[in-house]
């Protein structure tokens, strides 16, 4: 059966498509007016933040401490840009800061309709409609990334390859269905992949003790102190460390190629500003490969935070056999576009890629 690129590409921050946050938040009793006055502050902060087009604060009539806050963006990567800044973590904290619960939502927008729309819509703002809705697998892809100390990269691999791995199940709609890890120097890349419901899934994973027991035993490690006994704390490294899935393709069930499949993550470190068009000009790679027949790219996701970029590759039989095509870029312009969008070391040049040490993979036993 042939498949369309569109149905290869289940995610993408590059379509053009504009972006609907929605963030639901039950707040601690008592907290709703201080909730309020740190939102009124927020709403003027980033009134300016490029991209911004609005936001709407609600309140539930039913329950007083229930809230949602929905804002409009031109376009996924200036959303991502902002959120992913050290201004937005601590923009935020106040509001964190009166929340039992926080679950952000984002969505591209495919359609608009009623009497607000019934003008025709200009040109431009069509063009950043979605024109057709994406397919995938129910599954939701998400990063962490710290650095630990050097000199501690052998303890820190030791600690994250040994424990138990906690349970898959989350609830009826949620599982978690595989976790991957993976190091170069000292910095930790962790990915999940999850049925259902994300957040869910991570705070079933925090709570588990074998989970919890390691998170302890890296404290002394990492290079940023933090205290898991202070929600507060806790909640802004997880922030910091966050390494949204921008891109991911993949080729469908059925199609042919090898049964044996490797994972691997490459690490591209970019030049200061350039992480955000270094994942574009990834994605663009990614989908020129999807397009030619016999490729031995099962799939790939793209992960950026700020000039971190993280290729994760499932790749059919042994990658060594053609290295430029088992990352995607192939001949010598692209070589060169690439090579203009990394940091090297100084001194050192061309700047290359780093592929990563895979410290673990786990999958989620089958279902039952």
């Known amino acids: 059966m042939t498949h369309t690129l569109a149905e290869r590409v289940s995610q993408s921050a590059f379509d053009g498509s ?9 707040l601690h009793e008592g907290t709703q007016q201080r909730f309020f006055e740190a939102y009124e502050q927020l709403r003027h902060d980033i009134a300016s933040v490029p991209g911004h087009l609005g936001d709407q604060l609600c309140q539930s009539f039913e329950n007083p401490s229930q809230w949602l806050i929905t804002s409009e963006w031109e376009s996924a990567p200036q959303y991502l840009a902002w959120v992913n800044s050290e201004e937005h973590a601590e923009q935020v904290r106040p509001l964190g800061a009166c929340a039992r619960a926080m679950r952000p939502l984002k969505f591209t927008v495919l359609r608009e309709t009623g009497k607000r729309y019934d003008a025709p819509a200009a040109p431009e703002v069509r063009a950043r409609l979605q024109p057709a809705p994406r ?7 998400h990063g962490l990334t710290f650095t630990v100390k050097p000199g501690s990269e052998a303890a820190v691999a030791e600690i994250l390859s040994s424990y ?7 609830d009826d709609h949620t599982r978690l269905c595989r976790t991957s890890l993976f ?25 588990q003790p074998e989970v ?8 002394p490690y990492l290079e940023q102190d933090r205290d898991l006994a202070d929600p507060e704390s806790a909640r802004m490294f ?19 190629g090898p049964a044996e ?27 020129a490969a999807a397009r030619r027949p016999g490729g031995s790219v099962r799939s790939s996701s793209i992960f950026q935070r700020d000039d971190v970029v993280v290729r994760l590759l499932d790749v059919s039989g042994p990658p060594e056999a053609r290295p430029a095509a088992a990352v995607g870029i192939e001949g010598p312009r692209k070589a060169a576009v690439l090579a203009r969008l990394l940091a090297g070391p100084a001194g050192h040049f061309p700047a290359t890629p780093h592929p990563m040490k895979l410290i673990t993979d786990r999958h989620a036993p089958a279902r039952s």
Do not use: W
Not at 183 to 201: F, K, P, W
């Open 212 to 219: 919890r027991a390691v998170e302890e035993a890296l404290n």
């Open 261 to 287: 499949v490797h994972r691997h993550a490459v690490l591209y470190p970019a030049k200061p500003g350039c992480g955000p068009a270094l994942a574009r000009f990834l994605s663009q790679q990614d989908e």
């Open 183 to 207: 190091m170069h120097g000292n910095r930790v890349v962790r990915t999940v992949e999850v049925q259902g419901d994300l957040m869910a899934a991570l705070r079933h994973v925090s709570e």
């Open 238 to 256: 997880f922030m910091r460390a966050g390494l949204p899935a921008v891109h991911h393709i993949a080729a469908r069930d059925g199609e042919a």
């Open 164 to 170: 138990a791995s906690p349970a898959a199940r989350v």
């Open 135 to 141: 397919l995938g697998a129910g599954i939701v892809r």
């Open 18 to 26: 504009m972006l609907r946050v929605v963030l639901l938040m039950d």
